[in-house]
């Protein structure tokens, strides 16, 4: 298995502009989750999938922030207007649970897009 | 809400020293609590995860243990290598509520191993 796969792995942009990140989970996984990550604030969770419906948005930092997952095997992260504090890694991690309190396994994480936006 | 806390943030140590890597959180209701590896530029790698039954867990040098009651995980390497040199972080996963789905992580520590 290929793991978890993101791209772009780097992204210089400029303030104002829209940036979209991408990931596929691993096949078979039916949890995904987008973190970001700063040193300030460490790794913070964003937004949670199950079964390509959004869960858990609570995380997201603001309306220039959407996420979604069209289909099992793709998710995007999108930011427009794109702002300088918003430079940090941006993680996608993906699990498979089976429904229920007990049935969340561990998260394989993706190599990140470390974001930079001028 | 759940604090995760990691102590020391660096360490710096010679090739071949037996270390401990802590971890502490505020509330005890865990479903389990997991230990990753972070290169630079990388992502995390998943090291050991430790159900709240266990009390601990080994992968060849590693060996991870939980004091659920106490909120309490240490992270032992033993005859650490210059491999060894990433940061470490550790994330739990909470017991109640409707978000145990959820993992909060700690900031980590930057372990470096000295040839």
């Known amino acids: 298995d290929a793991g978890v796969i993101q791209s772009p792995r780097h992204e210089v942009t400029e303030m104002g502009q829209e940036v979209t990140l991408r990931c596929k989970p691993i096949?078979?996984?039916?949890?995904l989750f987008w973190y970001r990550q700063t040193m300030m604030r460490g790794l913070e969770l964003l937004i949670y999938?199950?079964?390509?419906?959004?869960?858990?948005d609570s995380g997201m930092p603001e309306d220039r922030f959407s996420a979604k997952m069209p289909n099992a095997s793709f998710s995007t992260l999108k930011i427009q207007p794109s702002e300088p504090r918003d430079s940090a890694v941006y993680f996608c991690?993906?699990?498979?649970?089976?429904?229920?309190?007990?049935?969340?396994?561990?998260?394989?994480f993706g190599p990140g897009t470390r974001l930079t936006v001028l | 809400k759940q604090e995760v806390t990691q102590i020391p943030a660096a360490l710096s140590v010679p090739e071949g020293e037996n270390l401990v890597l802590n971890c502490s959180f505020t509330?005890?209701?865990?479903?389990?609590l997991q230990w990753f590896r972070q290169d630079p530029g990388k992502g995390l790698t998943s090291l050991l995860l430790?159900?709240?039954?266990?009390r601990e867990q080994t992968s060849g040098r590693l060996n991870a243990s939980l004091d659920k009651s106490s909120g309490r995980s240490t992270l032992y390497i033993a005859a650490s290598q210059p491999g060894d040199s990433a940061t470490y972080l550790c994330?739990?996963?909470?017991?109640?509520?409707?978000?145990?789905?959820?993992?909060?992580f700690g900031k980590g520590t930057l372990l470096t191993v000295n040839p």
């Open positions: 096949s078979g996984h039916n949890s």
């Open positions: 509330d005890s209701a865990i479903y389990n």
């Open positions: 430790i159900q709240s039954s266990q």
């Open positions: 994330a739990v996963r909470q017991e109640s509520g409707g978000s145990n789905y959820k993992l909060t």
């Open positions: 999938f199950n079964n390509n419906v959004p869960i858990d």
């Open positions: 991690a993906s699990s498979r649970s089976r429904g229920g309190a007990r049935s969340y396994n561990e998260q394989f």
